[in-house]
C-alpha cells in the first residue's frame, strides 16, 4: 500500500503542474480531477499506516481501495481512448493485493484482539 500511496503522491504532483503549465479544457474539472486523487492519496497512506499497525480495520479498507482499482482497471481497457496496458498495470497488483488479503496469515494478524 505505501507503493500505491507514493504512486498517487506522484500523480498529485504531475496533476498540480499540468495544472499550473498546461491550459486546461475545463479548469473545474481539472481541480476537481486533483482534489480527488488528494483525497485518495490521503485514504490509501492512512490504510497503508493502519496496515504496517497491524490496525483491524485496514483490511477491509485495503480490500475497498482494491475493488475501486479494479473497476479502474476494467474501465482502462474499454472505450475509445482504451489503455490496455495502465490497465493490466493497475488489474494484476490489484488482483494479488485481494488475494494476499484473504490468505489465513494475513487474517490471523489483522483479526480484532478478543475482547474479555
Do not use: H
Request: charged share 10%; glycine share 4%.
Amino acid at each position: 500500500m505505501f507503493l500505491e500511496a507514493l504512486a498517487l503522491v506522484a500523480l498529485v504532483l504531475v496533476l498540480v503542474f499540468d495544472i499550473l503549465t498546461q491550459p486546461a479544457a475545463s479548469v473545474a474539472s481539472a481541480i476537481a480531477l486533483t482534489v480527488l486523487v488528494v483525497i485518495a492519496a490521503v485514504f490509501v497512506s492512512a490504510v497503508a499506516v493502519a496496515l504496517a499497525r497491524r490496525s483491524p480495520w485496514s483490511r477491509g479498507a485495503a480490500v475497498v481501495w482494491q475493488l475501486v482499482q479494479l473497476a479502474i482497471a476494467v474501465g482502462a481497457f474499454q472505450g475509445v481512448t482504451a489503455q490496455p496496458a495502465w490497465g493490466w498495470a493497475i488489474l494484476v497488483p490489484s488482483v494479488i493485493a485481494l488475494i494476499l488479503l484473504f490468505t489465513r496469515s494475513v487474517m490471523i494478524i489483522l483479526r480484532r484482539p478478543d475482547v474479555e
